[in-house]
């Protein structure tokens, strides 16, 4: 079980309070647009995923705390938590990656 | 050499110090007619069928670790075809199919037992649910059928259907067709039987890259062990098919999980068939050695760690001690993970990809193993037809886009 550290409660949770919410800063277009998608386009949305080996960007829920989602980078292969930040901040660069690893 | 019981007998003879390697180690060829990355089952299977039925040898199976040491050597091996759409029932009752004559085609004892599958129905909506799958069987001509509790009970002594049971058993579905088989028997197996006819097996060999030209067709794998050329090309690697395609250039609509199962330390025969409860969450047979073989849920999250969080296994236990008081003392020996591709519809991909050369089989997610001999012969009829079979043709990329989904996950729960 993972220890998560909630940006809004700024405190390290168990697991067990939080749901994993899928890759993050995947944008849903809007109503307009959803009329204009092609169907190749509104499937990239909907189904297609990075499913990164390596550093991923995800979503969780801090379901039975704050009740705030959040966005946080683990890596896939060691489960291990680079870092966690507030919704709303954009995918962290490869610099501010290494910084927070170190 | 041929096993057979003379063969066995010799062999005692000598302390069973003679026995020949089952297949031998090679080293890469410069190129290939086919590669297939991914010593699994339905990799080496492929590579069997490629030969067997398509004429196709000069084949190699690229394996990065040792051949079923992926999702074929970590599964529950439950077989069945009891699933609810036509296109299910297509192929995964072509599987068991293959699966009847597997031992024999092999030669070598895969230990297919068809114990019976029988899965619970613990409310109303799990029976009507349950009745429909029976009745959608019959129609595709899959055996499935319906048993009162007292049938149940008559079938599976040890299973309380008192009505006062927090959750009490209101019926279930029995395949008898169905049931398990040994993993590592059908990796070894199929690789012994490929080797014969030609293919090389070649483990500790990962693929890194996937090399197109500049017709956007394949050419070849860098691999640990080099370049390999090889106009065609099968992805077969379960959790990892998401890297392989980014390797061609090409995202899919697949996340890969964790998925755990458990052992008990074994016990005298208790378990006559396999038993699944999706309202219980929970599934488990009896190995031949006597373990009690326990599967659990994925993980929440996506990974590649092939190792999940305890409250899973946890929530498992619980779930079979509710069904199974009687297992409440036993001791869990071991417990393990593998990382399994999930599709939206819960269902697979097998076929063609958008690049020329480059075939693929993905998505089985937590329950590919009771598929391994159909995926196999329909992974080697599509490359060698460059064309999939009509049992594989709705399970192509396609359907993400045009919204033809196989939703099996409505239909299945979450069991497989
Ligand atoms: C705990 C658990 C329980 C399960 N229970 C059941 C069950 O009861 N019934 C059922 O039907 N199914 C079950 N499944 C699912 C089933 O195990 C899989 O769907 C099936 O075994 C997949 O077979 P495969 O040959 O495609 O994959 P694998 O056996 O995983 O083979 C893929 C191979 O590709 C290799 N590979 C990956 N990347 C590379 C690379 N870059 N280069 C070279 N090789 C590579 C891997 O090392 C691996 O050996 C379960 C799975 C798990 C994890
Ligand atoms: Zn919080």
Redesign the interface.
């Known amino acids: 079980m993972f220890e998560i550290h909630c940006p809004y409660c700024d405190e390290k949770r168990p697991e067990i309070e939080f749901a994993y919410a899928g890759e993050a800063h995947i944008v849903r277009p809007n109503a307009q647009d959803q009329g204009e998608m092609s169907d190749a386009d509104w499937s990239q949305y909907m189904f297609i995923r990075d499913n990164v080996r390596g550093e991923h960007c995800e979503r969780w829920w801090h379901q039975h705390g704050c009740n705030m989602f959040f966005n946080a980078v683990r890596h896939t292969v060691t489960d291990k938590f680079v870092m966690t930040y507030k919704m709303g901040k954009s995918r962290p660069t490869a610099k501010q990656i290494a910084d927070a690893k170190k | 050499m041929k096993y057979s019981a003379v063969s066995l007998f010799a062999n005692a003879l000598s302390g069973h110090k003679n026995w020949p390697e089952q297949f031998p180690d090679k080293a890469p060829k410069k190129e290939y007619d086919v590669i297939i990355v991914g010593g699994g089952g339905h990799g080496l299977g492929a590579a069997y069928y490629l030969a067997k039925k398509h004429g196709i040898t000069n084949v190699a199976v690229l394996e990065k670790g040792w051949i079923g040491g992926g999702n074929t050597g970590r599964n529950t091996t439950i077989i069945r075809s009891n699933y609810l759409f036509d296109e299910s029932a297509g192929i995964y009752d072509h599987a068991v199919d293959l699966w009847d004559g597997l031992s024999q085609e092999l030669n070598y004892n895969v230990m297919f037992s068809k114990r019976g599958v029988l899965m619970l129905a613990h409310n109303v909506h799990d029976v009507q649910s349950f009745q429909r799958h029976v009745h959608a069987n019959r129609l595709n001509g899959v055996d499935n059928k319906w048993l009162t509790p007292q049938q149940c009970k008559d079938f599976l002594p040890i299973l309380d259907i008192s009505e006062d049971r927090r959750y009490p058993v209101m019926g279930g579905a029995l395949q008898m067709r169905a049931g398990t088989a040994r993993h590592d028997s059908v990796a070894w197996g199929y690789a012994r039987a490929a080797s014969k006819l030609g293919v090389d097996i070649i483990q500790n060999c990962k693929v890194t890259g996937i090399k197109r030209g500049a017709d956007g067709a394949v050419e070849g794998v860098e691999t640990e062990k080099g370049y390999i050329g090889a106009k065609k090309i099968g992805v077969s690697a379960a959790g ?1 098919s ?2 392989l395609m980014e390797m061609a250039g090409l ?6 999980y964790p998925l755990q199962a458990l052992v008990s330390e074994p016990v005298k025969p208790v378990l006559n068939c396999v038993v699944m409860s999706n309202a219980v969450h929970a599934y488990i047979s009896q190995s031949d050695k006597g373990e009690l073989v326990i599967g659990a849920g994925t993980d ?6 092939q ?1 999940g ?3 899973i296994i946890e929530h498992t236990l619980m779930s079979i001690c509710e069904i199974f008081p009687i297992f409440k003392r036993q001791r869990m020996l071991r417990s393990w993970g593998g990382i399994v591709d999930v599709t ?1 519809d819960r269902s697979p991909i097998v076929g063609k990809t958008p690049v020329p050369g480059l075939y693929v089989n993905c998505g089985w997610g937590t329950g590919g193993f009771k598929a391994t001999p159909g995926a196999a012969d329909m992974l080697a009829h599509t490359i060698a037809h460059d064309a999939p079979h009509k049992i594989n043709a709705p399970f192509n990329l396609d359907r ?4 033809r989904l196989i939703d099996e996950a409505a239909a299945a729960a979450v069991a497989h």
Not at chain 2, 251 to 256: I, N, V
Not at chain 2, 400 to 403: E, M, N, P, T, Y
Request: glycine share 8%; aromatic share 16%; charged share 10%.
């Open positions: 990892n998401s890297v995202r899919f609509p697949l996340e890969s929440q999250y996506t990974s590649y760690s190792r969080a305890l409250h939206p993400f886009v045009g919204g």
